[in-house]
Structure formats: C-alpha cells, structure tokens
C-alpha cells in the first residue's frame, strides 16, 4: 500500500503598513518591549479600533495578485480566547465575509506547472510576544495589532516541494506587491501545514494533523517531511493517526502535540460591533487594482525578452526582490541591461553571497553601479578594474571614478607609452617571438596578458591588441 | 442662590453675571455631597481637589469673557466613563482600582468647556442591571425614598440629580440605563441615537446598543449636554458622520400638529395601572398642546427582551473578556495563566457580571448559534421594521418608560427573569438605533415619581427635546426632601 499526502496550508503574513490595523502605533518590526503600543492595541477597557484603510489596500492586492474574487461586501468577527498575549482576549479576524475569496498561484515542481487552488485570504491583527524568563513570564504588546492577513490554500499539495515552492513564490509576489516585506526571520510570515496520509488512488483523506507557525523554508521542509515520515510509520504500524496540533522543533526535528481535537476552542465568532462592514465600489477597486506594480513573473517575462538576458541570469535578478529592484534602477541610469545585468550575477551577487554586501542595503546606489558597468563599457576602465573598482565601492563609498582617479585606473589611451611597454615584453621574450612567427600564433594570448599586466590596465586591450599584432607582423 | 432650584441656563447666567464664581458654586456642591451622598451613596468617587482646581480654571475663563454653555458647571459622570488619571470602576471590585490613563472622547469634550468634575457616579456593575444593587460598591438609595432603588444601571447618575448634588451628569443606556433611573428617581434622561455620541473612552458592555447621554432636571438641560459631547468622532468608527447642530434649537416652538403614537402593547396588563393611568394622562396634556395621538401596535415586544439579552450578552462576554487580571485590575492566584484568569475572573465579578457572561457565551457557542444570535439579530431587523412602520404614521411614540415606580430594595433581585422582563419597555430603543427621552409624568400614591418616553425617529433628538419640553412647562414636579 503506497500513502500519498495530501497538504493544505494557513498562511500568515505581516503586512508593511507604516502603522497598525486598529490604532496609529507604528507597525515596525522590534523595539524596546512595550513601547510601540496604546490604550487602543494593548487594550484598555473602553477604547475602540478604527479600522486603517492602508491594511484593507494591501490585502485586496494580495487578492488580485493572487487571482481571488474580491468581495463588495466583507466585514470583521471577533475570534474568542483567552491567551496572556492577546489583551482584548479576542482577536480582530474575518469569519465568513473575508475580503478576498477563490484564486490560484501557479508554481512549478517536478518538472511540472501545477495550479494550487486559495480558498480565501483574510485580514487580522496580530497578538503580542511572551517573553519566559526563569519563572516568570513577561508580555510585550509591540506587535499587538500588526496587520496580518492569513492565506488560506485548498488541500492542493502533495509534497515538501510543492510547499516550499509555493511558500517561496507568494512571499516573493507579496514582496513585489509592496505587501509583506517578507523577512522571515523576523516572523513576517508564518505557515501552519495541515497533513494526512491516504492510500494512493482513495478518494477518502486520511486524519490530519496541524503542525504550527512554521517561519522558516527550512523549517517547513523538514516538518513537512518529518509528518509524512512519522504519520506514514504510524499508518504502517497499524496505529491511528490522532487529530491534532503539533509543535515542530527546529532542534530535534521532530514534531510534539501542543493540544488534541478534544482540547480545541470554541472561538465563538460574532460580528464585531465596534467595526462598520465596507462595502467597495468598482472604481475603488480598480483604483487598488492600477496601483499593483510589476510582479515577478512579469519581470522575468521583461528581462528575457526585451532585455535578451539569459533566463538563468533573469532567475537570480527576479528572486531576490531587492536585487531585482537595484537591476532596475541602474538600466534606469544607463541603458544598457545586458552588461549591467552580468556584472549584477557575477560580481555583485558573489559579493552578497560571501556576505559582504546586504542585499537589501547595497552600500551603493545603482546610478553609481550603472555608470561603473558604464565606464567598462566604453573603454574607459579594463574589464578586471571594473571589479577592483567594485571592492573600493563596498569598502570606501566613493563614486567609481574618484576610485578610477585614486587608483590611476584609467585607460590612457597613450600609444607612446604602449608601443614602448609592447616593445620591452618582445624583447624579453624572444622565444615566444619567435614561436610566433614561425607560425604558433597561440602565444599571441601569452603576449597579450604579459602587455596587459605591465599596462596595468592604462591601455584597453583593443589598443594592446592592435600594437602587437603590428610589432609581430611588421618587424 | 439656591442650587436645588436651578437650572444649567440659570447657573450659566447667574456665573457668567458673576453672582456665583465656580469655585463657590463648586463648595456648594461639594458640600451638599458632604451632607446629602452617605445617604444616597450616589457618588463612588468624590473628585473634590480636581473639582475646585478646574472650578478655579472655568473661573479665568468665564473672568476673561470665554465661557461656554459649560464652562464652570459642575457634573457628575457614570464610572464606566474613562476619566484620565481619575479612578474609573464600573463598580466592580475588578476595577477598584483602575486609573485610565486616558479620557473619554465626551470627557474631552467637556474639558474644551471647562467642565468641573464633582465625581463618579455609581451604577451596576459594568452596567448590568437596573436598580444600581449590583455594584460592588456605593449601592445608590432613590432620593424620593432610600429604602427604594434608583433604577439602574445609571443610579447614582440619576439619584444625583434627583438629589441635587450635581445639576446634571452623564449616563449610559444599553437596554434603558438612562431612561430607567431618570424614570425611577423623577429626572430627565435623554438616551441619544446610536452613534450620536462618541463611545470612545466609554467602558463596553454591548457594543452595538451603548451611547452615552445626559440625566439632568428638564429636557433643556439635556440638551445643553448633548449639545456638548455629541458628534462624529474619529476614535469611534461607529459615530456617525450626521450633522449635531443646536438640540434645543425647537424649544418653545408649537407642537400643533405633532403626531405622537402610543403602541398598545406597552399599556398591557405587566405595566401598573398607576403608571398606565399617568402617561395616558400625559398623552391627553399632548392632545390639548394641539397634537394627535396615533394608536399603533409593536407585535414583536414579546420577544424584545430576550432578542436584547442575547445580544447584549453576547456582546457583553466578548467585551468583558479582557479582564483577565494580566494587564490591569484585579489580580487572581494560580500556577497557570488559566488558573490565574479564572481565580481574577471568579473574584472580581459579581453574580450578575458572571450570569451575562455565561449566557452570552452560551449563546454564542458552536451548535447555539444559529438557535439564540442568529434569531435575536433577525429579531431586532424585525423591530427596526415595525419602528419604521409607526414613523409612517407618527412623528414620534410615546410609552411609559418603565412598567413600574422605583421598588424596594431586595424586592426584585432574586429572581433575575422577572428582573430582566422589567426591561420590556426600553430595550427596543436601543436594538432599533433610536432616541428617547424619559421625563417624570406624575407620581404615584407613595409619592413616587412615575416617567413616561418619548421615542424618535434617528437623530430626531431635537423634536424630542421640544416635545418633552412642551409637557414640562406645564408638569408641576415634585421635589424629594433632599431639593426642599
């Protein structure tokens, strides 16, 4: 008997509204505990919460970016229980009226476009964070009423990859969306993974289990691997699988029971009569709808054709929003996409990578970045200069060319000073000279690097090239 | 000048021609309270430094030619009323020791006035209840006999006023906390529109039935009140975007003409005849000022007050959940988080607090809801209808305000069905999103005073106010021995 999983997702994600959802505190991520909050988020009896309409724009962009019907009609529930970091001991949340209903995102795996149905998205507050320290427990409200949307899928998922792929695309698309910054391990998006196993071709779900605020790729990989592992030995066993809600622990790997079907709550949901329904009118709709701006895919879609970038370059610009964000600013400054584009997947994301330059806080501003590919481009830095130039630009924070001046790293175009370097290197030489002329023209490169190096890159390798070939041919 | 015979118009003439200053008139005041309120027990706190300080400030004011219709004018307000650095309780030993760091929208308001703060008057515990005996503290006597209650939930409010230890104060009216007391202790209480005034500041106790309103010795008086704390505000997504105006801009003018109907169901056999008999009475007084009375009929009373406890306890169980003894007031014992909130929740709330909460979380229960909300939220779409209906043929409703006078304390808490049904002539008002006024229409043969409501359409207070206003000019009131 071969199981198959079946795997449903609830997705949380932050939204990067400047201030709450309820109230004007700041929305920002950290703070000193308890210092980001008002009467209104860590809630004193007899304050109300007033609705912030920036939180209601950037879940109807979600919805659209993610093909769900947005409802004219849509209203907020209270979600009933008491938790030490929930101060109104009711959570602002949409029960059957969310703003956003149906949709689809598209992801690839296994070689395969599949279609991973969304079965609503809905808008709510966050709660606050406790804090356990020896015996004690302190509560911090600084993310009390951080606007949350919760993305909630079909059970459409048969795999960790099909997880992990679609978790990937969504925050890259929210990110796009000006939606959720999406930085993880900041907590601005949790997964919650709903899983069970049947026999392969059954048209009956097996029991399922819940296994909670997973906030990593990793993480999520590995529990959803664990679940299917742990359900598949209990199954085979011939023990049952007990509804329930897990806990994943990031150290052993393994999955915990945090309570069981019998301890569930009973949220008791009503309409909250503190906050008006909204009803929405077309035009404001697709006002919301014209302010989405370009979405990865459609990048992507730019930067291989009208760019001619490769797809695999246009791959790594795209994936990292930021990245994307500085290709786009640099083209702005300098029109050439192509080389700004190579020198972005060679040289700047290595420099990323090796954990020199934060993504999301490049040192630099592309116009400097764009004139520099600029500088290269038109002969008047050697190519190899470009990246010295690149090293000064992270360390120093100088514009390209006072770094060119500094360093004396132009291109000087001085056939004086060429011819007599070309002639020094032939005369050194006199064997690969020879080599040459008797017909081994493949020393011709041994020449050049010998020219190129002692030019230092004062001369461009066009001009390097056209002196030697001469003093070869003609001498 | 005699402070029980006043009125706000008065008081505003006789400091504004500088015949009292506002810190003597807020010694007298602070005085009588010093005399009269152990008696009454009107009063849960005495704001007396705060008081003489802002009567000081009101005085600059008035001395520079700024004043306002309020300014030096000393108030009572319900404790359930946010006052910033000023303990607010709603009478529960949860919140004995609350002090909201923040003001009320309608305190603030009252500020830009230059109020002056006698105190915080006593009530039901977190509202719940009408006769003022379920707080835990300062439970209010009724001025006209203090082995009587004063209504509820706004008792002190009203028993106050009655008294004359304030000349005005503020309520608040869920299912008639306003109208109730102002009934029961022979004052004037005007229950505005939902949405008329700001519940910001305004300690929940169901959401979508609260406002805040005015208990005062005339109709006029109420609205110099409402005139001051009404409004859209910001801070409370469910004020409304309406235009306020002057409330008392139509008095004096004549009712000639006016439509008043009296729907038979609130004259039915659970009203008594002595109160039935006055607010007929009442109704003829109209048709001799030159009105028409209407007769109509409102089918769906009988489920009134059980569509109202559903929904103002479901409400009330969701709003009251946050004192849970983590962030402020009483703080319980355990070894869990669930231990420690059920040992704050046990102790801090009194029988009848608790009796809500279970019934409004039961009917919000899985398997429950469809049976009890659902069906009292299509109740109250049924009531709006037959209100608007009786608004095709009139132009506003009168009704007695409570099927009873003021009773004797310990009569009627024991059976809290009996209790609640006593409700059955307030509590569409408030599902119906509507305005009504209480004022005192006779007194019965213990001399207690009997009060009759005007009902109106939405945000229609003004024709309230110079409807109740015609009857009061000719009413010869009955002063209790605390105003003699």
């Known amino acids: 008997m071969k199981l198959y999983p079946t795997i449903g997702l609830e997705i949380h994600a932050e939204l990067m509204t400047e201030s709450k959802v309820f109230c004007t505190c700041s929305a920002k991520f950290g703070g000193e505990p308890n210092s980001r909050c008002c009467p209104v988020c860590s809630g004193l009896p007899g304050t109300l919460p007033v609705l912030n309409s920036k939180a209601v724009e950037y879940i109807i962009k979600a919805g659209y970016i993610m093909n769900c019907d947005i409802s004219r009609f849509t209203k907020w529930d209270r979600k009933n229980y008491f938790y030490p970091d929930l101060p109104k001991a009711y959570q602002i949340s949409q029960m059957p009226r969310p703003v956003c209903l149906g949709g689809y995102v598209d992801i690839n795996t296994d070689g395969e476009t599949k279609r991973m149905r969304i079965n609503r998205i809905h808008l709510e507050e966050d709660a606050g964070k406790l804090v356990h320290e020896n015996r004690i427990s302190l509560a911090d409200y600084n993310r009390c009423g951080i606007p949350l949307i919760e993305i909630v899928t079909e059970p459409d998922f048969h795999s960790a990859a099909d997880v992990t792929a679609f978790f990937e695309k969504i925050r890259l698309m929210l990110q796009y969306a000006g939606v959720c910054d999406g930085r993880l391990e900041q907590g601005s998006m949790r997964c919650d993974v709903n899983i069970s196993l049947a026999p392969e071709g059954s048209d009956t779900l097996g029991t399922r289990t819940e296994v909670k605020n997973l906030n990593s790729l990793r993480a999520i990989q590995r529990a959803v691997e664990y679940e299917i592992y742990r359900q598949t030995e209990l199954i085979e066993n011939g023990e049952r699988v007990i509804q329930e809600t897990l806990h994943f622990n990031d150290a052993t790997g393994e999955t915990s029971s945090l309570r069981s079907k019998e301890d569930a709550h009973d949220y008791r949901y009503f309409p909250d009569p503190d906050i008006p329904p909204i009803i929405f009118t077309e035009e404001e709709l697709a006002a919301i709808k014209a302010d989405i701006p370009e979405m990865p895919q459609q990048r992507y879609e730019r930067y291989t054709g009208e760019y001619g970038i490769s797809d695999a370059d246009a791959s790594v610009l795209i994936n990292t929003k930021s990245v994307s964000d500085f290709f786009e600013a640099a083209v702005k400054a300098y029109n050439n996409p192509k080389p700004i584009a190579t020198f972005i997947t060679v040289e700047l994301m290595r420099r990323i990578n090796l954990g020199e330059v934060d993504a999301d806080n490049i040192p630099f501003s592309p116009e400097d970045f764009a004139r520099l590919v600029e500088l290269a481009e038109t002969g008047k830095i050697s190519k190899d200069n470009r990246k010295t130039i690149l090293r000064e630009m992270i360390t120093a924070g100088e514009s390209p060319e006072a770094i060119a001046e500094r360093e004396q790293l132009w291109i000087k175009e001085d056939s004086e000073l060429t011819e007599k370097t070309v002639d020094e290197i032939l005369a050194a030489n006199p064997k690969a000279v020879e080599q040459y002329r008797s017909g081994e023209t493949k020393v011709f490169g041994f020449l050049m690097g010998q020219c190129n190096r002692a030019l230092k890159g004062s001369a461009s390798p066009a001009a390097i090239k056209q002196v030697l070939e001469k003093k070869l041919n003609n001498i | ?484």
């Not at chain 2, 009252?110 to 209840?129: H, P, R, T």
């Not at chain 2, 300690?203 to 110099?224: M, T, W």
């Not at chain 2, 769906?300 to 409400?315: M, P």
């Not at chain 2, 024991?414 to 409700?423: E, N, S």
């Open chain 2, 1 to 484: 000048m005699d402070i029980n015979k006043v009125s706000l118009s008065g008081l505003r003439k006789a400091l504004d021609e500088k015949e009292i200053s506002a810190v003597e008139l807020a010694k007298e005041y602070l005085s009588k309270i010093k005399t009269v309120d152990p008696e009454i027990e009107g009063y849960i706190t005495v704001t007396e430094e705060q008081a003489l300080e802002s009567a000081k400030r009101a005085q600059e004011l008035i001395d520079g030619g700024d004043s306002k219709p309020l300014t030096g004018i000393p108030l009572a307000i319900k404790d359930n009323i946010c006052t910033d650095g000023i303990r607010t309780t709603c009478a529960s030993k949860m919140l004995e020791n609350f002090v909201p760091p923040y003001n009320a929208t309608v305190i603030e308001k009252l500020n830009e006035q230059g109020y002056v703060l006698l105190g915080k008057s006593s009530m039901d515990e977190f509202a719940m209840g009408g006769s003022t005996q379920t707080a835990a503290f300062s439970k209010t006597k009724n001025p006209y006999d203090t082995n009587r209650v004063p209504g509820g939930s706004s008792g002190g409010s009203a028993a106050i006023v009655s008294a004359g230890t304030a000349p005005a104060a503020l309520g608040s009216d869920t299912g008639g906390s306003i109208r109730q007391p102002s009934s029961f202790c022979g004052v004037t209480g005007l229950k505005p529109t939902y949405g008329r005034v700001s519940r910001y500041g305004l300690i929940a106790f169901a959401s979508s039935l609260d406002q805040i309103g005015p208990i005062a010795n005339s109709a006029e008086d109420c609205g110099i009140l409402l005139n001051a704390v009404a409004g859209a505000d910001e801070h409370d997504a469910t004020s409304a975007r309406v235009p306020v105006g002057d409330f008392n801009a139509r008095i004096g003018q004549s009712i000639e003409g006016m439509r008043i109907a009296l729907p038979q169901e609130f004259f039915g056999e659970s009203t008594d005849d002595e109160v039935k008999q006055a607010v007929t009475d009442a109704a003829k007084e109209y048709e001799k000022l030159g009105a028409t009375l209407v007769d109509c009929h409102m089918s769906s009373l009988k489920y009134a007050v059980a569509a109202y406890y559903l929904i103002s306890g479901a409400e009330a169980a969701s709003n009251l959940s946050r004192f849970d003894g983590i962030k402020y007031g009483l703080r319980g014992e355990g070894r869990s988080f669930d231990e420690m909130i059920r040992d704050s929740r046990s102790r801090g709330f009194g029988a009848e607090v608790k009796r809500r909460i279970l019934l409004g979380n039961y009917a919000l229960s899985s398997g429950y809801y469809d049976a009890y909300y659902r069906k009292a939220l299509a109740l109250k779409q049924q009531i709006i209808k037959e209100y608007n209906e009786i608004y095709e043929k009139a132009d506003v409703i009168l009704t007695p305000t409570a099927p009873t006078v003021a009773y004797r304390i310990g009569e009627q808490e024991t059976d809290p069905v009996k209790m609640y049904l006593a409700d059955i002539c307030t509590v569409t008002v408030n599902i119906a999103s509507l305005p009504a006024i209480s004022l005192p229409c006779g007194y019965n043969s213990d001399g207690m005073p009997i009060g009759m409501s005007l009902v109106g359409k939405r945000f229609d207070e003004a024709t309230l106010i110079q409807t109740a206003d015609a009857y009061q000019r000719n009413f010869a009131a009955v002063p209790n021995k605390y105003r003699a």
